[in-house]
């Protein structure tokens, strides 16, 4: 299928993807549903009105009136830029939703370690090495560890040798918990990070956070997407006269 061969993709190659389809279309949409000839009338007015402003930044009756038809061009601009937003806004929230459950996260794959780690509340006073984690399907675990770091914590290395759902079970002193894992090759996750009430505050695994790599910064995968779209957007204008 097309979704499996995409999602086959490298993150990067499909964060990239992605950026580009959505703002072609999004530029494609804008271009179609918005009265191009009056925008750039509008755009030139206002360039125009801020020249003649500083002409007369000592005239503040001048300035004053310069300044009421410079807010009624704008706001004719944003009447304009509303338009395709009735278009596009949904499907870009569906699509940036997609994107936040699949691409957020890399997966814990079959027959690679990973770990759980529980943060304990600081006042928790029963000690850590009886806390048990019990799985409802057969995992490996390779070895736990207690240490002391911005609370209490107590890390678990673990490894699954099939793909699934796993529910996993903290038990200590004071709580009783689950948490579901997603072992699998494929683009998804469950989310790293669960919150409880009581004495057990969270559970998370280790999931990898994906991120694309700029060379002198990296991104994470939304503002990666950002900027992409921001820089495909100022390109895709250019080349299709876009005001």
Avoid at 71 to 85: C, I, R, Y
Avoid at 95 to 122: G, H, R
Avoid at 138 to 145: G, L
């Amino acid at each position: 299928m097309v979704l499996d061969a995409i999602l086959s993709l490298d993150y990067w190659i499909l964060i990239f993807l992605l950026s580009l389809i959505v703002t072609l279309i999004s530029t494609i949409t804008y271009k179609y549903t918005t009265d191009q000839k009056k925008i750039k009338q509008y755009r030139k007015e206002v360039k125009d009105m801020q020249a003649e402003m500083k002409k007369h930044k000592d005239d503040q009756k001048k300035m004053l009136k310069i300044q009421r038809e410079m807010m009624s061009k704008n706001g004719e601009l944003m009447k304009q830029s509303f338009k395709p937003m009735l278009y596009t806004f949904i499907p870009l929230l569906l699509i940036l939703s997609w994107m936040s459950s699949t691409l957020a996260y890399e997966p814990l794959q079959p027959n690679i370690p990973f770990s759980v780690t529980a943060q304990l509340d600081e006042l928790y006073m029963a000690n850590l090495s009886d806390i048990t984690i019990k799985s409802d399907k057969p995992i490996k675990m390779k070895e736990d560890i207690e240490f002391q770091a911005e609370g209490k914590q107590k890390r678990w290395i673990l490894q699954a040798n099939e793909s699934g759902t796993y529910t996993l079970l903290f038990e200590g002193d004071s709580f009783k918990e689950t948490k579901e894992i997603l072992v699998t090759t494929e683009k998804k996750f469950k989310q790293p990070i669960q919150t409880y009430k009581g004495q057990l505050k969270s559970v998370t695994t280790s999931n990898k956070e994906v991120t694309m790599d700029f060379g002198i910064f990296k991104l994470n995968w939304l503002w990666s997407y950002i900027l992409l779209s921001v820089i495909m957007s100022i390109g895709l204008r250019k080349v299709m006269g876009v005001a």
